[in-house]
């Protein structure tokens, strides 16, 4: 058996139509355990001597149209090992329900609002629950931003008790993954770190970076000097030998469109309209290739 001691949150966001999870834990590897989510379906954390089957089994029942709570009642009906288990539900219209053992590990309980459940076990006390929620409900901005208020805030309040090791966070969205064809909008995690809260906020950062959609309104075009500082860069890093010119024509953009897909910042580059560069991407390459 496995038993993540554990503080999470499960949410829905109704008009983004979009599903996570965020967790916490002083367990290897957490993040491959707790979390489970579909796409217009919902999200489960299974936490607490994790009976990993809730994961699965669960999505599978809300998918055929049962709600949070009946989703929740029949998991556990069908489990002996319920008083030692901790549970959040989320389904697809964002009802949320949880459940805390009687047997779970002091401090353990959960609160359950508007589109989302939070819920921990082996806590620092009950002030974790209760500053996640706060930290939820007061952040503004896409979901991923407002679960990871959740977290930070609950590691802030003293989190697992025992100590830090791993945490993850996954959103769903439909066809929101990389390339479009899947719903994994957002699948980071920190499988063992001293300090895995704080790491997997800083890879939430990286993933806006390279997997965000650029904005309209983050589109510089590239003028004159723009042309000749991204010119720069490629023959700073080997990609040319030409000298910066200011001139932006067919061979510097294909010079450039090899520096963004070695980058990684392809979704951010659009090659039908290489008159213009994503604000975003612009400072990821000055902060990473500064002038010295």
Known sequence: MIHPSTFSIVACDPDQRAWGVAV???????????PWAKAEVGAIATQSWAKISFGPDGLAMMESGRSAAETLAALLAADPGRERRQ???????GSAAAHTGTECADWAGHRVGEGF???????AGARVIDAMVDAYQGTRGELAVRLMAALT???DAGGDKRGKQAAALVV??????YGGDNDRYVDVRVDDDLEPVA???DLLSAHFVFFGHPLPEDRLPITGDLARELQDFCQR?????RQ?????????IRTFDVLVGNENLEERWRTDDPQGIDRVALEYLRKRFPVR
């Open 237 to 241: 890093l080997g990609y040319t030998s």
């Open 24 to 34: 916490a834990s002083k367990f290897l590897g957490v993040g491959c355990r707790v």
């Open 199 to 201: 790491r997997l906020a």
């Open 172 to 177: 769903v969205k439909m066809n929101a993954g």
């Open 87 to 93: 549970v959040g539900v989320v389904d697809r219209h």
């Open 117 to 123: 459940a939070c819920q921990g076990n082996i806590l």
């Open 153 to 155: 805030a609950g590691d």
């Open 244 to 252: 910066p010119d200011g001139s932006w024509d067919a061979a510097a």
